[in-house]
């Protein structure tokens, strides 16, 4: 858990904020004038709903560092970090699968700050986390903006393009090989030391020249031991080495996929992405999203936010402008 106080030398100017309601010490950023100092407390109008961000593996709210401030300027913006992530703890006695961190999510989001209008932006975990909370409360949420990420609604289709993701990726192949040759736990229980590595080489960042010492140090943080890393190997663990006595997850519920599927939605796609591969992910996303627009970034990898954060947060506050 990095400490409450760090900003990565100035990197990371956000006031940190915590709940203990989901049963560990979760952190979010809670910012704009629709926040709990803002005039409106929370409650009032200006700028439209609250702008959500999920980050996903293995990544916590530093990813959005670039889109906070500026959106925070007319919105309420909201960054948790995920139960093993950032600057929140990573306690002993939980399982870190999905469904989990959907119900932290929905702790955090409905009974913590009981938001409305919210606009999810998703990227890598978090699509399948915020569609998670999407299908329970589709009445709060207004739009969907998703980045190199996935949104599992049960649709005709979809696992058979997430298998053949699996078995092409870079990143899903190297988790798969590890874990058949027993070295998943110690890479990944070594985050701290292979966090780059994964990010870079794995997932692509491409543009290397933003990996520094500071940029190092935000993403290694809080992989400080073997203990601390629970979140970072789960979340590969639960795909290339299911528990083969767990049960299958429940079908969602036909209307709620109808109403998600009825909402506002845009792919922001990085086409050198080599763990979620562009000509998998983005069928997958239309058969959710037929007629939503799909924009490609042609020089951004994995992580839309670090290789082109002018260029995405041009298109999300297009997006928040004309839908």
Same mark, same amino acid.
């Given at each position: 858990?990095?400490?409450?106080?760090?900003?990565?030398?100035?990197?990371?100017?956000?006031?940190?904020?915590?709940? /203990?309601? =989901?049963?560990?010490?979760?952190?979010?950023?809670?910012?704009?004038?629709?926040? $709990?100092?803002?005039?409106?407390?929370?409650?009032? =109008?200006?700028? @439209?709903?609250?702008?959500?961000?999920?980050?996903?593996?293995?990544?916590?709210?530093?990813?959005?560092?670039?889109?906070?401030?500026?959106?925070?300027?007319?919105?309420?913006?909201?960054?948790? %970090?995920?139960?093993?992530?950032?600057?929140?703890?990573?306690?002993? /006695?939980?399982?870190?699968?999905? !469904?989990?961190?959907?119900?932290?999510? #929905?702790?955090?989001?409905?009974?913590?700050?009981?938001?409305? %209008?919210?606009?999810?932006?998703?990227?890598?975990?978090? @699509?399948? &986390?915020?569609?998670?909370?999407?299908?329970?409360?589709?009445?709060?949420?207004?739009?969907i903006f998703a980045t190199n990420t996935v949104l599992p609604l049960g649709l005709p289709g979809y696992d058979k393009l997430m298998?053949?993701?699996?078995?092409? !990726?870079?990143?899903?192949?190297?988790?798969?090989?590890?874990? *058949?040759?027993?070295?998943?736990?110690?890479?990944?229980?070594?985050? @701290?030391? !292979?966090?780059?590595?994964?990010?870079? !080489?794995?997932?692509?960042? *491409?543009?290397?020249?933003?990996?520094?010492?500071?940029?190092?140090?935000?993403?290694?943080?809080?992989?400080? /031991?073997?203990?601390?890393?629970?979140?970072?190997?789960?979340?590969?663990?639960?795909?290339?080495?299911?528990?083969? @006595?767990?049960?299958?997850? =429940?079908? $969602? /519920?036909?209307?709620?996929? *109808?109403?998600?599927?009825?909402?506002?939605?845009?792919?922001? #796609?990085?086409?050198?992405?080599?763990?979620?591969?562009?000509?998998? &992910?983005?069928?997958?996303?239309?058969?959710a999203f037929p007629d939503a627009p799909v924009i490609e970034l042609p020089d951004a990898g994995h992580f839309p936010s670090e %290789?082109?954060?002018?260029?995405?947060? *041009?298109?999300?506050?297009?997006?928040?402008?004309t839908t």
């Amino acid at each position: 858990m990095i400490p409450a106080e760090e900003t990565f030398d100035g990197t990371w100017p956000y006031r940190p904020r915590f709940t /203990d309601a =989901p049963g560990f010490r979760q952190h979010y950023v809670d910012e704009g004038p629709e926040g $709990p100092e803002g005039p409106e407390g929370g409650r009032g =109008p200006r700028g @439209g709903g609250p702008v959500v961000l999920l980050h996903g593996e293995p990544t916590w709210g530093y990813l959005w560092r670039h889109l906070i401030g500026p959106l925070a300027r007319d919105r309420r913006v909201v960054v948790p %970090d995920h139960m093993g992530f950032g600057k929140s703890a990573t306690p002993a /006695d939980r399982t870190y699968l999905a !469904s989990e961190h959907v119900d932290n999510l #929905e702790t955090l989001l409905v009974d913590v700050l009981d938001l409305h %209008d919210i606009t999810l932006v998703l990227h890598d975990w978090g @699509g399948p &986390i915020g569609t998670g909370f999407l299908l329970r409360h589709p009445e709060r949420v207004a739009r969907i903006f998703a980045t190199n990420t996935v949104l599992p609604l049960g649709l005709p289709g979809y696992d058979k393009l997430m298998a053949e993701n699996m078995a092409d !990726s870079h990143w899903f192949r190297w988790a798969a090989a590890a874990h *058949a040759n027993g070295t998943l736990e110690r890479a990944l229980g070594g985050a @701290g030391d !292979s966090v780059t590595h994964l990010m870079l !080489s794995l997932q692509t960042i *491409a543009r290397p020249q933003i990996v520094t010492p500071t940029w190092v140090r935000a993403y290694a943080a809080h992989f400080t /031991d073997r203990a601390a890393c629970q979140g970072v190997l789960r979340f590969p663990q639960q795909l290339v080495a299911p528990d083969p @006595g767990a049960a299958p997850a =429940p079908e $969602p /519920d036909p209307a709620a996929v *109808a109403a998600v599927r009825a909402k506002p939605a845009v792919l922001v #796609e990085g086409m050198r992405d080599t763990a979620l591969l562009p000509r998998h &992910i983005v069928p997958a996303f239309r058969l959710a999203f037929p007629d939503a627009p799909v924009i490609e970034l042609p020089d951004a990898g994995h992580f839309p936010s670090e %290789d082109a954060p002018e260029t995405l947060l *041009a298109l999300l506050q297009l997006f928040l402008q004309t839908t």
